[in-house]
């Protein structure tokens, strides 16, 4: 006798058999709640092709298309209650905004260089850098739509700046470690191409060092190319402001640092101020100049 659980009934089975069951109700919030409770994915291979006799048989349902369309009203509804806990939550938040900023970046960027080519039309020597960094009307901006166009990219320059300031308030309440040591902005972006905060404490920091460099680290990995020492992890000031032969290193220390800072953040929600000045330590070691000994 083998005992089946699934997800509409308890069955005691012997020979391909139901010798006893223990049927659930078949309204939807019984049904959602029980696939709830457990995961049904794994099931005995000889036993997933017969569940649909089997509901039968145990008198669950009368016919196979009332059994399938009470699985397929329970499998949408649980699905909408996962979608909408996994939004509600606050690193889903920053997700949405840290991808805005790169939308509203690359705006930006198409507009002003599209209105530098529009003034460059009108205006006899114009100055492309003024124009471009240009977020009102000027006496350089000639023509009503082009001081429109103007104006459009000098609000946009704004919202990321409101957008960029909800982040900063995000994070410091969401992951407080993450954003004392890589900064609220890159530690957003570090979230949201990971997938989230837990998935973040997740990761080993060997990921988080290279997350972003993929095409290097595939190029490395196929060709034999130098292996990435940074990906996203660059953009923290004490990488890209130090000399190319300690980048590496310090990136490394950073990524470890990170790695710890965002399991104190998913798992025990406690601010560790310690840790930066750890890794502030570790940086100041790793920069001295190499003393060699005279021959």
Request: hydrophobic share 45%; with cysteine; aromatic share 6%.
């Amino acid at each position: 006798m083998t005992l089946i659980k699934t997800w509409f009934a308890d069955l005691e089975v012997q020979d391909r058999a139901i010798i006893g069951s223990h049927v659930c109700p078949s309204d939807l919030s019984s049904v959602v709640a029980r696939l709830q409770e457990e995961d049904y994915a794994d099931f005995d291979k000889q036993y997933r092709g017969v569940f649909r006799e089997m509901a039968i048989q145990s008198r669950f349902v009368n016919a196979e298309p009332e059994y399938v369309a009470i699985l397929r009203a329970a499998a949408i509804t649980r699905a909408k209650a996962q979608i909408t806990r996994a939004f509600s939550q606050p690193d889903a938040r920053i997700t949405q905004l840290i991808d805005a900023i790169d939308d509203i970046d690359e705006s930006i960027n198409l507009l002003s260089e599209r209105l530098a080519e529009w003034c460059g039309l009108e205006v006899e020597q114009v100055n492309q850098p003024s124009v471009v960094s240009a977020i009102a009307p000027g006496p350089s901006i000639r023509g009503p739509l082009a001081q429109e166009l103007a104006l459009s990219i000098g609000q946009l320059r704004e919202l990321r700046q409101s957008i960029a300031g909800s982040i900063e308030r995000k994070m410091h309440t969401t992951a407080p470690n993450v954003s004392n040591i890589a900064g609220e902005l890159l530690g957003a972006r570090l979230m949201a191409r990971a997938g989230g905060l837990e998935a973040l404490a997740r990761m080993p920091s060997s990921k988080i060092q290279v997350m972003g460099a993929s095409k290097a680290l595939f190029k490395h990995l196929k060709y034999g190319s130098k292996p990435p020492k940074h990906g996203l992890i660059f953009q923290h000031p004490l990488v890209r402001g130090s000399l190319a032969r300690n980048r590496g290193k310090i990136a490394r220390a950073i990524a470890s640092k990170i790695a710890i800072a965002a399991r104190l953040d998913f798992y025990s929600k406690q601010t560790y101020p310690a840790l930066m000045v750890q890794l502030e330590r570790r940086i100041s070691e790793l920069q001295k100049p190499i003393r060699r000994d005279p021959l």
